[in-house]
DNA sequence: ACCCAGGCATTGG
DNA sequence: CCAATGCATGGG
């Protein structure tokens, strides 16, 4: 099997990381964590690369895994996307400084020492996926993104595991409205998911235009399409572009989590917790936010799973 | 049977 | 310009 190895950075947790993509549930949307190895489908123009990642024998890396037939030229893009994917490009030093003068949040996030800021494949999949996450709990958007991935996105039977890549904006713009109902989309997140489909088919939402802009401008330039307000722009920089900086004030279990961490749970405005976050965590807001996230996914995972597990 | 959940657009003051 | 309202769905 054609493998190439890559060198990661440090600090990095492996098993850490890859359990934050798929949202320490073993699966969320295209990306799968099983059995210590991290599999991930990536497109590659019109073919799609079912990339298998593991930890190095040696410890010192990462290797990279594609099916028979891939060429080398395959892996060196599987190896750039994989690295992207788990964040391994971000430069943690600056937040861990930080987190030694903030002893609150160094505490609460003790136990991600290493963990990396992942990131979507494309700026799409992290529009669609925060549309799917608006309003609504999170066992209900994964039940609904888990789902239209399944539905819509494109099969790569490979390593032995059904994956799937991510549907791709053509897939999701040619699909008929009543078919984006049924992945339990509302009215108004099938019109949203649909339009931003449309958007970037025609590049009024591209990736490269959106990765030379300044955080501020990306979100007004963003919230101009219907269905995108400033959470779901602020959510796609964090995801798809990996910025360092961006925090989603209007974000109701950011607010709870600082409420209780910050404020003795007393409730907290938007405008509050902007202003927390500025003072605070400056330049690392988009960090904090992620490794506090993954705070809340761990424990609401291990409460699903851990003390009783009556099975 | 309610009520809430990692918002948004629309409407009405 | 700010406040109120409907929306769809699964879990508590």
Request: hydrophobic letters at 40%.
């Amino acid at each position: 099997m054609p493998a190439i190895s890559i060198t990661t950075p440090k600090p990095f947790d492996f098993d850490l990381t890859a359990s934050h993509q798929t949202h320490y549930r073993g699966i969320a949307g295209a990306d799968v964590y099983e059995g210590g190895v991290y599999y991930r489908a990536l497109r590659r123009g019109s073919r799609v690369l079912v990339a298998a990642v593991s930890e190095s024998s040696g410890g010192r890396g990462l290797d990279v895994s594609l099916e028979d037939g891939a060429s080398d030229s395959d892996l060196a893009y599987a190896a750039q996307a994989v690295a992207g994917l788990l964040g391994l490009d971000a430069d943690l030093s600056g937040f861990y400084d930080t987190l030694t003068a903030d002893p609150v949040l160094a505490r609460t996030v003790a136990s991600l020492h290493g963990l990396r800021p992942t990131r979507t494949e494309n700026v799409f999949e992290a529009l669609v996926v925060a549309v799917i996450g608006q309003q609504i709990s999170g066992a209900v958007a994964r039940v609904i993104r888990d789902l239209l991935v399944r539905t819509f996105g494109t099969p790569a039977e490979a390593h032995g595991h059904a994956l799937f890549a991510f549907p791709t904006p053509h897939v999701l713009a040619e699909a008929g409205h009543d078919e984006l109902r049924a992945m339990k989309l509302s009215n108004r997140k099938a019109e949203y998911i649909h339009g931003i489909a449309i958007k970037t088919l025609d590049g009024t939402i591209n990736d490269g235009h959106l990765a030379g802009l300044e955080d501020e401008e990306a979100v007004e330039e963003l919230v101009k399409c219907r269905g995108i307000g400033r959470w779901t722009a602020e959510w796609m920089l964090i995801r798809a572009l990996g910025r360092p900086d961006v925090m989603p004030a209007g974000d109701l279990a950011l607010k709870r989590v600082v409420s209780q961490l910050y404020f003795d749970g007393a409730d907290i405005t938007e405008s509050q917790l902007a202003d927390f976050g500025r003072e605070r965590w400056s330049p690392y807001r988009g960090l904090a936010t992620t490794y506090l996230f993954s705070h809340l996914r761990r424990e609401r995972a291990q409460n699903e799973t851990g003390p009783d597990a009556a099975v």
